[in-house]
């Protein structure tokens, strides 16, 4: 092969491998951080949180021995399915910034790096990342998990429309991204 046609052909390559689309990340991703583990012993836990606009809410949890941690990685303008979870959930925010919505009352709650929240469970909710630049990570430690079963269950596709009306979350067209991004 001569050197001008083989640098032709390294100039052709080159240009093919600068110019392939590259696949945009997935909305959300999760990375399990733990298997669902287990403490020695028995383990309960109580926790009270009280929020603006909701009734002060206490959580007891009579077997806490089952935790599960899980990274969410969340694209700007991202959005949850509304949904719920069948244990109590401590999220820590890591990265970018945050939006956590109760179906109960529809606020808005934000949350920014180094800040965290707790979702008692078994409460409907979404969340998401309202930013337009910057991934939202945060971490999600699951107490009280079942040994086995979905971690989170969504409501289904009607109670979901609804609650996006209610509190009105208005998603694109694919459903996992809010409107206008």
Request: aromatic share 6%.
């Amino acid at each position: 092969m001569t050197g001008a046609l083989f640098l032709v052909l390294t100039m052709m390559l080159s240009l093919a491998v600068a110019t392939t689309v590259h696949a945009e990340p997935d909305a959300i991703t999760a990375k399990p951080l733990t298997q669902r583990h287990a403490f020695g012993g028995n383990v309960s836990v109580q926790i009270t949180q009280e929020l603006d606009g909701l009734p002060a809410q206490v959580v007891d949890i009579e077997d806490a021995s089952k935790v599960a941690v899980v990274e969410f990685t969340i694209q700007p303008g991202a959005v949850f399915p509304w949904h719920t979870h069948p244990g109590t959930v401590l999220i820590n925010i890591t990265e970018g910034d945050f939006v956590f919505v109760f179906g109960e009352d529809c606020v808005e709650r934000r949350y920014g790096p180094g800040m965290a929240l707790v979702d008692p469970g078994h409460t409907v909710h979404t969340a998401f990342n309202p930013g337009r630049e910057e991934a939202t990570v945060v971490i999600a430690t699951l107490i009280g998990v079942p040994a086995e079963g979905p971690l989170m269950t969504q409501v289904d596709a009607q109670e979901g429309a609804a609650l996006d009306e209610k509190c009105g979350i208005k998603r694109a067209d694919a459903g996992n991204l809010l409107s206008g991004y």
